[in-house]
């Protein structure tokens, strides 16, 4: 299922530029149990104008690929689910680059293994993102469907008007430091 955007991967324009540049969002999450699947579903919802200027990356479960993604890029925006007993599209956003050199590293997910923890080990081999930011969106229902909860759909439009918010704001940075 995530095997062609996972091979996308490959053909990022960035990875093969020797100094960062652009934006690249990266999904996490598990479509195939309901809520977890928020992140894809909250990016294929986005304005074509809003992706245009960015690379995009659904890496599902597979969160071992993260600093192949990460790679070559100015900044970058990892969307997943998070569960911290908040109200379901409750949105966190957090720098990490601050979370890793701070003392404070837990990000509630549905993974056992964590986002933190996937970028500490790329951190050791390469280079992160100068602007790395955690969108978190709270999760009610964790179950084997593919669609996301009636209460997380009612809250979608604002999801992606937030996260097009973001985006839009992070690319327009980025074209005045260029």
Known sequence: MYAPKLADTMRCPHSAIPEPTGLCIVTVGNSLRG?????????????????????????????????????????????DSTCDGLSPGSVTIIDLNAMLDGQSTNIRSTHGFSVIDELKIVRETDRLPNRLIFFGVEIGEVNWKEEISPALNKKLPQLVSNLSFLVERILEALRKNA
């Open 35 to 79: 809520d977890d699947g928020i992140a894809v579903a909250l990016c294929d919802n986005l304005p074509e104008r809003v992706l245009n200027g960015a690379c995009r990356f659904d890496l599902g479960t597979y969160t071992n690929r993260l600093g192949e993604c990460l790679h070559g890029h100015k900044a970058a925006i990892i969307i």
